[in-house]
């Protein structure tokens, strides 16, 4: 199988400060990773494409500055939220894809993210 | 560019009725297409998937199959449970476009009743 596992399941934290989500590739090595958002009874929204060992790419209109991503391993990307506000209260979601023959995405059981 | 649609919910059913759920895509190229699930409070999960025209997809009873000539991939089971309750999203990869990047349609909620 395919197993992506994030960290934490949910976290709050106070207006102002920064938070840090992981997501790892347990058992296989995925060079691109993805981020998305899902507010309350919507659909997952693409925020941004990580790549191992270079920039991040963005989807219009997420703030680069505000969600920072790292991918320092073929295993591990971060999202970290700066400055976090009320706003930024969401469901994020990292994928990574391990088959590239049929692009078929594994996801991470997502992170609740409550600013107050 | 890319894009996935899906009937509105939520959807209402009693268990044991049949369930349609409709999906079409756009895209530039051949694109994989998917139904993902989601249960209340979970991550998404992997339901079926089709990599090919007049592939079908299959799992846990729900079947979807790709036709390219009507670009759709409807999501049907003939008997729903309680424990089918989740929302549904129906996406699609497409390597001329967006290489592995996964589009989802908005999601339609599910509910089944006893």
């Known amino acids: 199988g395919a197993v992506v596992s994030q960290h934490p399941s949910w976290v709050i934290c106070k207006s102002g400060t920064s938070v840090k989500i992981e997501c790892r590739s347990l058992?296989?090595?995925?060079?691109?990773m993805f981020w998305y958002r899902q507010f309350p009874k919507q659909s997952l929204m693409l925020m941004a494409t990580?790549?191992?060992?270079?920039?991040?790419?963005?989807e219009q209109g997420v703030e680069k500055d505000k969600f920072l991503i790292n991918h320092a391993s073929l295993t591990l990307s971060t999202l970290t939220v700066t400055s976090a506000h009320p706003e930024d209260s969401s469901f994020y979601i990292c994928?990574?894809?391990?088959?590239?023959?049929?692009?078929?995405?594994?996801f991470g059981q997502g992170t609740r993210l409550t600013v107050v | 560019g890319d894009s996935v649609t899906q009937m509105e919910g939520p959807v209402t059913l009693s268990e044991e009725a049949f369930l349609t759920i409709n999906c079409t895509y756009t895209?530039?190229?051949?694109?994989?297409l998917f139904w993902y699930v989601q249960y209340p409070g979970e991550g998404l999960q992997l339901l079926l998937k089709?990599?090919?025209?007049?592939d079908k997809g299959s799992n846990k009873g729900f079947e979807a199959t790709y036709r390219k000539e009507t670009t759709s991939f409807h999501l049907e089971k003939g008997s729903v449970q309680v424990s089918d309750s989740a929302v549904y999203f129906c996406?699609?990869?497409?390597?001329?476009?967006?290489?592995?990047?996964?589009?989802f349609g908005p999601g339609t909620s599910l509910s089944v009743i006893p």
């Open positions: 994928s990574a894809t391990k088959d590239v023959t049929t692009f078929e995405a594994f």
């Open positions: 058992d296989f090595q995925a060079t691109t």
């Open positions: 990580s790549n191992e060992g270079s920039k991040a790419t963005y």
């Open positions: 895209a530039t190229g051949y694109p994989s």
């Open positions: 089709a990599t090919k025209a007049d």
């Open positions: 996406a699609l990869s497409d390597p001329e476009t967006s290489y592995d990047k996964v589009i």
